[in-house]
């Protein structure tokens, strides 16, 4: 028989097996012999009072032996003769798109402009220690995309886009730990996500899928407002009738691309702002209520928001025990991100700390669809040249950021290619820098101890979410204009993050497919 109860217990309690066994064998009165084995189903922390609780969600096995369920991946076809669908872009929408039309049994083309994992290791090598910015391949281009060596944040509020369990699932079929189907925020880690990108790769050529690498596409070739393939960098056309674009949303001399050819686009609201990093034990400190968080609650995180003058002010990608990246996709810009490893036990936590853009603030670059993009690339350049024309970010400690004020000294920080003082009201529109300097003492008024000269102010957090949109149809997912066209995940304006990325690559899978007969 078996049993299903939620309950709060201590983070003692929930670190320990049989503690939590005995914990329930008390509360409910089970006959502790009895209980063969209990199974957490879900597991979140409450840590709004100083009392921190855990609150489980578990499964009670009594007189039953408990097989753990094995998951796996689907019955895959082999495609290698099957119509094909090009996927542009190999990041988490586009392989979760190849899967599904493999699963569907059409033949995916995946291009994508950057190298694999391996290759790839090489040019962030080159970014973090030589500057060296390659426009193919760095953080957020290359195998995975931006997932890859984002954290793998898997928490998502896009519930009612799709079904979020299956792409969970997919994710431990292919080599991440089960803990991600029970955790309330479930994270993978820089460090475990390359291998599962590669596994997810291996998949699809083996089942007769291709992922062709170094290929940035350069052209998309029409005929009479339908899909009729695309062209590559080194002059190879790919033919095909349907065409899922799912480039990210760095991309953009893809953007160009669809403006240059008539492809209708629109400008879009994003999110700009810097990236703040903080001593972890700083933090725990703030949310735990205790100078020691001890061995049986994770790192902190937290997340934020407040209005400053009608506008708001909010924590985005927040990294507990993580490091700050360079993520700059074209030389002469600079953009900050954030990751954690998968124990996030690095000393320093890190989290985007944004400005909401509106359409009005970008105006000034007309009614163009790239308008949005254009005030996006401005800022980056001019953080590039405050910083010194290198990948050296400007920064300022910051108490010294609220008060105007340059810093004399700049603390430790995780971010490799170093940085330099510069006072970012030369860097920030005067909206986004007033904005944030009162935005971070209102933190600091819901988080006591925040608002610190101990922390330190990264420009620039400004690839939150894409600034363009490639409209579709709701229903079918098509472009609104190009017949066989499916504007797909972060970069058409559809997804913001690994699982709704997934989510929307599967569904536009699935609407390709469906049309194809």
Request: net charge neutral; aromatic share 8%; with cysteine.
């Amino acid at each position: 028989m078996q049993q299903e109860f939620s309950f709060q217990v201590s983070p003692e309690t929930a670190g320990n097996t049989e503690a939590v066994k005995h914990f329930v064998a008390k509360q409910y009165g089970l006959p502790i012999n009895e209980i063969t084995h209990v199974e957490v189903l879900k597991r979140s922390i409450d840590a709004r009072q100083r009392n921190i609780k855990v609150n489980l969600k578990v499964q009670v096995y009594l007189q039953e032996d408990f097989e753990e369920k094995k998951i796996t991946t689907p019955e895959y076809k082999d495609v290698s003769n099957a119509e094909e669908i090009i996927i542009v872009g190999a990041g988490p929408a586009g392989l979760f798109a190849a899967l599904r039309c493999i699963e569907l049994g059409k033949k995916p083309i995946v291009v994508e402009r950057g190298k694999d994992v391996r290759a790839r290791r090489r040019d962030l090598k080159k970014l973090n220690i030589e500057h060296v910015v390659d426009q193919d391949s760095n953080y957020c281009f290359g195998e995975g995309g931006a997932g890859t060596y984002s954290d793998g944040k898997l928490y998502t509020r896009s519930k009612k886009r799709g079904d979020v369990n299956r792409i969970l699932e997919l994710l431990v079929a292919f080599g991440a730990t089960n803990q991600i189907l029970v955790e309330a925020h479930p994270h993978i880690g820089t460090n475990k996500l390359p291998a599962i990108i590669q596994d997810i790769t291996k998949t699809i050529i083996d089942h007769g899928g291709e992922v062709l690498f170094n290929s940035r596409v350069t052209d998309i070739l029409l005929q009479n407002e339908e899909i009729a393939g695309v062209v590559l960098m080194d002059g190879r056309k790919i033919v095909a009738k349907k065409l899922i674009l799912a480039t990210g949303h760095s991309a953009k001399d893809i953007f160009t691309l669809l403006y240059n050819k008539k492809i209708f686009i629109e400008a879009k609201p994003f999110a700009l702002g810097v990236r703040v990093e903080h001593p972890q034990a700083l933090i725990d400190q703030i949310q735990y209520h205790t100078a020691n968080r001890g061995e049986f609650l994770p790192p902190s995180s937290y997340s934020i928001v407040k209005q400053v003058k009608g506008r708001g002010v909010y924590s985005f990608c927040m990294c507990p025990g993580g490091i700050i990246a360079p993520c700059a996709t074209s030389p002469g810009e600079i953009v900050t991100n954030g990751w954690s490893p998968s124990k996030r036990d690095q000393a320093t936590a890190n989290s985007g700390i944004v400005v909401e853009i509106k359409p009005s603030d970008f105006a000034i670059f007309g009614d163009s669809p790239l308008a949005a993009l254009k005030f996006q690339q401005e800022v980056e350049k001019k953080a590039w040249i405050a910083g010194g024309k290198t990948q050296t970010a400007p920064a300022q400690r910051l108490v010294d950021f609220s008060s105007g004020k340059i810093s004399s000294s700049l603390p430790e920080t995780s971010y490799k290619p170093g940085i330099a003082s510069v006072e970012l009201g030369e860097v920030l529109p005067g909206f986004v820098y007033e904005s944030l300097q009162k935005g971070f003492i209102e933190f600091g008024k819901s988080m006591k101890g925040y608002f610190t000269n101990e922390a330190v102010v990264h420009a620039t957090e400004s690839r939150t979410s894409s600034p363009v949109r490639i409209p579709r149809d709701r229903e079918t997912l098509e472009h609104v204009q190009i017949k066989g066209l499916y504007p797909c995940g972060e970069g058409a304006g559809y997804a913001g993050g690994i699982v709704s990325a997934a989510i929307d690559g599967e569904k536009c899978a699935e609407k390709a497919v469906l049309a194809m007969g």
